[in-house]
T-cell receptor
Framework: DTGVSQDPRHKITKRGQNVTFRCDPI?????LYWYRQTLGQGPEFLTY????????KSRLLSDRFSAERPKGSFSTLEIQRTEQGDSAMYLC???????????????FGPGTRLTVL | AQSVTQLGSHVSVSEGALVLLRCNYS??????LFWYVQYPNQGLQLLLK??????LVKGINGFEAEFKKSETSFHLTKPSAHMSDAAEYFC???????????FGQGTRLTINP
């Protein structure tokens, strides 16, 4: 399977704990995105990388959130001091850079469902 | 700024009936528009997209959508619903060269036998 993979698929944690999620994009894709989806809502953009550079961050990404893509391949999203409001599905997507102004399809992973008790 | 409004959080149709899911967008730049489908416990799958050119776009599984600039709409249709179409559908907008997708809140489609 050469699609986008995410690990873990499910995570239950207690309020105040730190959690880290991993995303492995499609191998030749140089762009990687993180979105958050709460129950009954559409996904909301959090951040994206081109290779190892983090190019845009949403206001939703508070100081407790940090994302990295150290070698331009896999990415991690860490949430420190989790709160109940962080409970959501965290989706990763990847795409391949194309000509300026073109759209390059984002392929989504299955997501990591976080529950904060 | 861009935004998407999906009219109707839940749509129910009979098997074989027309499916119509409504999407209106707001964008200060020429929009790129998308429909995604999400099955339970799965990621999002692209159904179809409009970027430039023909305003009627066809996608997978018999779905199609028409970009109407004057109405700022991008409604999704399928002539005959199948039980396997039951899922959550999301409309999304982006801009030329922009990378992030802005999604609507989703429409859950239920198919009645």
């Amino acid at each position: 399977d050469t699609g986008v993979s995410q690990d873990p698929r499910h995570k239950i944690t207690k309020r105040g704990q730190n959690v880290t999620f991993r995303c492995d994009p499609i191998s030749e894709h140089n762009r990687l995105y993180w979105y958050r989806q709460t129950l009954g809502q559409g996904p909301e953009f959090l951040t994206y990388f081109q290779n190892e550079a983090q190019l845009e961050k949403s206001r939703l990404l508070s100081d407790r959130f940090s994302a990295e893509r150290p070698k331009g391949s896999f990415s991690t999203l860490e949430i420190q001091r989790t709160e109940q409001g962080d409970s959501a599905m965290y989706l990763c997507a990847s795409s391949l850079d194309g000509p300026r102004g073109s759209y390059n399809e984002q392929f989504f992973g299955p997501g990591t469902r976080l529950t904060v008790l | 700024a861009q935004s998407v409004t999906q009219l109707g959080s839940h749509v129910s149709v009979s098997e074989g009936a027309l499916v119509l899911l409504r999407c209106n967008y707001s964008s200060s730049v020429p929009p790129y528009l998308f429909w995604y489908v999400q099955y339970p416990n799965q990621g999002l799958q692209l159904l179809l997209k409009y970027t430039t050119g023909a305003t009627l776009v066809k996608g997978i599984n018999g779905f199609e959508a028409e970009f109407k600039k004057s109405e700022t709409s991008f409604h999704l249709t399928k002539p005959s619903a199948h039980m396997s179409d039951a899922a959550e559908y999301f409309c999304a907008v982006s801009g030329p060269g922009a990378q992030k997708l802005v999604f609507g809140q989703g429409t859950r489609l239920t198919i009645n036998p």
